[in-house]
């Protein structure tokens, strides 16, 4: 019963980010705070569905003079509470600017990016240092309800879906129901 036990909270820990993910305020994008060593030089806002998302940013020239690289991760967020697996992207590198865009697919919520700095002695850092700047879409569910510029009141204009976030909340509980009972029936038989 233990084992049965330890698999299920595991199971909901996994899903536990996608979840938290979803409760930030909607809408509202992350953008670098001005102490990061590099600067936002474009970056299209809000993302959209199907299209190219771009950002282009200038490392410092401190940075660049010292012999730091960069590295530019992006995570696509979908109104499911689903995120997919960080990319490292291929950026374009043109002295100090470093570009890269992205397709998001169909209902997503929002483009997580960050930026991972080498120096020359091969310490990492990551900007932001906890979370992921963010770039909202043009239509995302957050907190109940739709938000952006292509969302209706049940759902995005070129969608039929509604009640995205339920199908998240719904496997786990699921698979906790599952492991509970598999726990139970096995106490049951000893």
Not at 6 to 23: E, G, H, K, Q, V
Not at 55 to 67: F, K, Q, V
Not at 158 to 182: N, Q
Request: charged fraction near 20%.
């Amino acid at each position: 019963m233990r084992k049965s036990c330890i698999a299920a909270s595991l199971i909901i820990l996994l899903f536990m980010p996608s979840i938290s993910m979803a409760a930030t305020e909607g809408g509202v994008d992350v953008n670098p705070q001005g102490d990061e060593p590099f600067e936002v030089i474009s970056r299209d806002s809000p993302s959209i569905d199907k299209e190219q998302w771009s950002l282009t940013i200038e490392m410092s020239e401190e940075a660049y003079n010292n012999g730091t690289t960069f590295e530019i991760i992006t995570q696509i967020c979908t109104n499911d509470g689903i995120c997919d697996p960080p990319v490292t992207m291929d950026a374009e590198v043109v002295d100090r600017l470093h570009s890269i865009s992205v397709t998001p697919p169909s209902d997503h919520t929002y483009v997580n990016w960050r930026i991972k700095a080498t120096d020359a002695d091969g310490n990492k850092t990551s900007y932001p240092h906890g979370d992921w700047f963010k770039t909202w879409s043009s239509c995302y569910y957050n907190d109940g309800s739709w938000g952006g510029a292509d969302s209706l009141d049940d759902g995005c204009a070129d969608d039929g879906e509604t009640t995205p976030g339920l199908s998240a909340v719904a496997t786990i509980a699921a698979l906790s129901l599952a492991g509970l009972v598999v726990a139970a029936r096995k106490s049951y038989q000893k």
